[in-house]
């Protein structure tokens, strides 16, 4: 027979794109914080410090990759392509299904002007582009590539030590991107709607998320900037470079795949950053830079987001620590559910199955699936309790005789008693519900 292996399903969130709105520092309290604004702070006046470079030269690139990059350096001038990935991939559309259809909320309830100000911004990136990227408007939220949203609670979702002025998430279908989604901040700190100015910038902001750019700049005049300038918003030439660029390398994941002959056309993301594990490396000196460069900003997304990425570097340890710090940060029960199943996954791959249980049991608390039960079961046959792991096995596949993990559970636990007849059973009931895929395999001599 052959040796099973059970397939976990890594469920790791990823977080990006969020970004602050400037001078916040909010403490959660029952009365309304006091805010001091940064206008009324008297300070020094500072020289202007010297742009810094957004790219990463101390990485360990491969001898051809340096020469790319530096060929596309002075072709792009001030890109900042280091820090447009995510999860060590490039994300962005494909210009063959442009125009790009646009959801924009429109609630009665909000201002006139929330929804002509984010359809203002797109309309400003068509323009930027020289209509490279173009955008047709939709009242059919299910129909458009990117939706935006002005969520009532989004308050609440602040990690208490900022508020969030927005957020881009891009949804994937099997590594195929779906759509992009933006929740916008409708309120500023003194509780009044935010003003034009401000949700213009943000909008500008979020779209360059949306269209790809994943990361921050470091150069406060760059719209990518982590933090909303607002009144004087405007997409800078560097952005408008590392835009250009991002369009000119075939994307790891986009809407509409690539074919080979276009892979071996053009230049792809390893003759540029390098291969996954150098990705990887950039992207970490990114998030590191970006926790650094803001201090104040205890920001529980930012540790989520370095959580990821040791992941998929492999350095769990330095995953969970990263986790645990985030979790620190935030009180928001989604965070709480995903990131302890992180945490279990990171643990059980360090084949520390108590801890592995503790965390996906702190998951499945908050909100119960059949795969967290089963990632549970088969904890408890790691652990060597076999007859719990026997009895909720059992039981899932009675209500869900689909799920795959639990055949694999099963098998191992039928094998440990020599139970041969029982594998049989299973082995039959697996090829009736995966007969391309069973579970489990006999060779019948
Ligand atoms: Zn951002």
Redesign the pocket.
Known sequence: MKKLFLTILAIICFYY???YLKTLYVIKSETPPAIKPVEQTILPEKKEPAPKNNNFENINFDKQVAVNRSIINEKFPGNYIDRSLKSGELVRWNPSTFPLHVYVEDNPELPEYFNITVKKAFSEWQKVSDNFITFSFTEDEDYADIKCFFPADYRSENDGQRMIS?V?NFQFDNDKLKYAAINFASYDMDNKFRTKDALYSTAL??IG?ALGIAG?SVNKEDI?F?VTQHGKAKISQNDISTLKLIYSIVPDKTNKNYSQYDKNKYITTEDVLGNYDTRLDIELEAVKADVNADKNSYFAGKYFNMGNIYYKKKDFQNAIKNYEKGLSLTSGEKDIEAVNMNIAICYNELKNYDKALEHVQISNNIKNTTEKSAFIANLYYQKGEFEKAKNLSLKILSAHPDNYNSYITLYHIYKEENNDVEIYKLYEQGMKYFPDNPPIRINIK
Do not use: I, K, L, V
């Open positions: 794109g969020y970004c927005g881009t902001h979020e998320h921050h990518m982590p």
